[in-house]
């Protein structure tokens, strides 16, 4: 049990939302601090009804601190990290810089809490797309070890930050008001989100894949401990504004059947089945925006190669995605 803490990035999106997920799920705590830019310093925010002061994110401000929350742009994880870690105990990070460094645990607690308690005072929270993924994946690989997954995904404008929700509305606004003419300055993205789909998200990386794309395999793998699984990965962002959905195909060496696949999502800790396509009942961003859980539903055996098991899947990428995984972590110590 940590009793000093921190919240790095406490103005951005996620860093809001894990403030708000620290007060529903009172995390216990003596005292607590947040930091952001030096744009934010000295601005004031409100926690559990009580006002604080946002302080600049320099190493000093670290000192006294215990354990560390962390949501921020890559560059200010690489630049805060290595001297706040000098201080603290624990930094749980949320950025994409540290998950793939060999000496740092990648953990969603539902599936590898041992590998947190291996930390050597830092944690990775892995990306949004990977989460929800990987906590669908694991009971089917539990039973029946997966050889290869197709994934693709449709994702919100929120997990490009305050910034892609304000280009999804304002794009929109435009499109609507001059007849289907997107008139508007795209601030984050390079396309039109509104009325759109575009088919990159992130940096160009080897083979003509993305960032993005790349992160589904390489912490899919890491997260569960098997770098012989393959992954076929494909990113979209769409006009949604929260909430990421994916179509998922799990091929295993052992056969899982449509009804057994629903046994063991209905198992997972954090995982609801909605699977009822006579019903229209399957999970929708607008239903599954600010809940905690993985949503799974079309569950149906594939068509196209023996042991193989597709289904359409949802979560609340800033939640369960970002805030809520993070925060998750935190209460693996703070019991
Ligand atoms: P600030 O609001 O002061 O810029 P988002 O993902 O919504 O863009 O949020 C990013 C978070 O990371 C914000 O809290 C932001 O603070 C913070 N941040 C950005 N750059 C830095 C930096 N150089 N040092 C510390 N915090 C930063």
Same mark, same amino acid.
């Given at each position: 049990m940590y009793d000093h803490l921190a919240v790095v990035g406490a103005t951005g999106a996620v860093g809001t939302l894990i403030l708000r997920i620290l007060e529903e799920r009172n995390v216990p705590f003596k005292t607590i601090k947040f930091l952001a830019s030096k744009r934010s310093a000295g601005n004031k925010l409100l926690f559990k009804g009580k006002e604080y002061i946002i302080e600049d994110t320099t190493p000093a401000a670290f000192d006294g601190v215990q354990l560390v929350i962390a949501s921020t742009p890559d560059d200010t994880a690489r630049d805060f990290v290595p001297e706040a870690r000098k201080r603290v105990d624990l930094i749980i990070d949320e950025?994409?810089?540290?998950?793939?460094? +060999?000496?740092v645990p990648l953990v969603i607690p539902e599936v590898n +809490?041992?590998?947190?308690?291996?930390?050597?005072?830092l944690i990775s929270s892995p990306n949004c797309s990977t989460t929800q993924l990987v906590v669908a994946v694991k009971p089917l690989h539990d039973y029946g070890k997966v050889k290869r997954i197709v994934v693709s995904t449709y994702q919100a404008v929120s997990g490009a930050g305050l910034v892609g929700t304000r280009d999804l509305l304002g794009g929109a606004k435009s499109y609507l008001e001059n007849d289907g003419v997107d008139k508007y300055e795209y601030e984050n993205f390079g396309a039109p989100i509104a009325f759109n789909c575009l088919p990159q998200i992130g940096g160009v990386k080897e083979n003509g894949y993305t960032s993005e794309e790349l992160k589904l395999l390489y912490e899919t793998r890491k997260i569960l401990g098997d770098d012989t699984i393959k992954v076929c990965p494909t990113a979209v962002r769409v006009p949604v504004a929260n909430c990421h959905s994916e179509s998922i195909l799990v091929e295993t060496e052992k056969k899982i059947t449509a009804d057994k696949a629903r046994e063991l999502f209905a198992a997972m800790p954090g995982v609801v089945v909605m699977d009822d396509i006579d019903k229209k009942v399957y999970p929708m961003p607008n239903v599954c925006t600010g809940r905690d859980e993985v949503f799974v539903g079309r569950i149906r055996e594939d068509l196209?190669?023996?042991?193989g098991i597709t289904f359409w899947c949802v979560s609340d990428n800033l939640r369960k995605g970002a805030a809520t995984n993070a925060v998750q972590i935190a209460e693996l110590f703070q019991k």
């Open positions: 950025s994409g810089y540290w998950r793939m460094n +060999p000496e +809490p041992d590998a947190a308690l291996k930390h050597k005072g196209s190669c023996e042991n």
